[in-house]
Each structure stands twice: as structure tokens, then as C-alpha cells.
């Protein structure tokens, strides 16, 4: 699956951005889908995933309440809303594929998109 990720830009803090991530391929619905970032230094992080089905997403500490991962499989897309964006948010972010369990590594995941830039000014 080749995975194509969008929607990032300059926002200041307080402010919401929605991610899409698109992704080829006649097996998406397949796929465990999730959400990473890597800030300036810092290692790739987990942000969100969610299963093939998309009924159970989890999303790590730091964003629970703010983001919302979703996805259309009708369209091969996922969707990361981030509300009350912080500083601290600040990164690229990347959407992954992976098949089987959803997990919170980075490395197991084995499809990745290239990448978008989130700037929240503060």
C-alpha cells in the first residue's frame, strides 16, 4: 500500500487542522492505520491508530481529547483532527500501515506516507 499524507501548515496554538492520508491500493480496509510524529531532535512518537474496522482507536496521552482519528475505507483515507493545538505539538506527521494487532511502535509498522509539516505557533 502506498500511503500519501496532506493537510499540514501553520496554525497558531488553540487552533485545529485536519490530516488525510491516502492510501493505493485495493486492500486498505485491510490495514491497522495509524498516526506518528517527529519533532526537531526528537524520536518518532505514537500518536493515534486504529483498527481495519476503525471501531477502536487509540491515541497516546498527550493528544487524548484534543485528536480524533478517523477513517473512510469507502475512500482509502484516514483523518487525524487536531483541536486545541499546543506548541508542544510541532512536527512532521506521518500516517503508517501496518497488518494485524494495532501497536504503538514505530518500527512495526511497514507502510509509511511521506510526511507533513504541523507548525503551531504560540
Known amino acids: 500500500v502506498q500511503l500519501q499524507a496532506s493537510g499540514g501548515g501553520l496554525v497558531q496554538a488553540g487552533g485545529s487542522l485536519r490530516l488525510s492520508c491516502a492510501a493505493s491500493g485495493r486492500t486498505f480496509s485491510s490495514y491497522v492505520m495509524g498516526w506518528f510524529r517527529q519533532a526537531p531532535g526528537k524520536e518518532r512518537e505514537f500518536v493515534t491508530a486504529t483498527t481495519w474496522t476503525g471501531t477502536t482507536t487509540y491515541y497516546a496521552d498527550s493528544v487524548k481529547g484534543r485528536f480524533t482519528m478517523s477513517r473512510d475505507n469507502a475512500k482509502n483515507t484516514v483523518y487525524l483532527q487536531m483541536n486545541s493545538l499546543k506548541a508542544e505539538d510541532t512536527a512532521v506527521y506521518y500516517c503508517?500501515?501496518?497488518?494485524?494487532?494495532?501497536?504503538?511502535?514505530?518500527?512495526?509498522?511497514?507502510?509509511w506516507g511521506q510526511g507533513t509539516l504541523v507548525t503551531v505557533s504560540s
Open positions: 503508517a500501515a501496518r497488518i494485524g494487532a494495532v501497536l504503538r511502535g514505530h518500527l512495526d509498522y511497514d507502510y
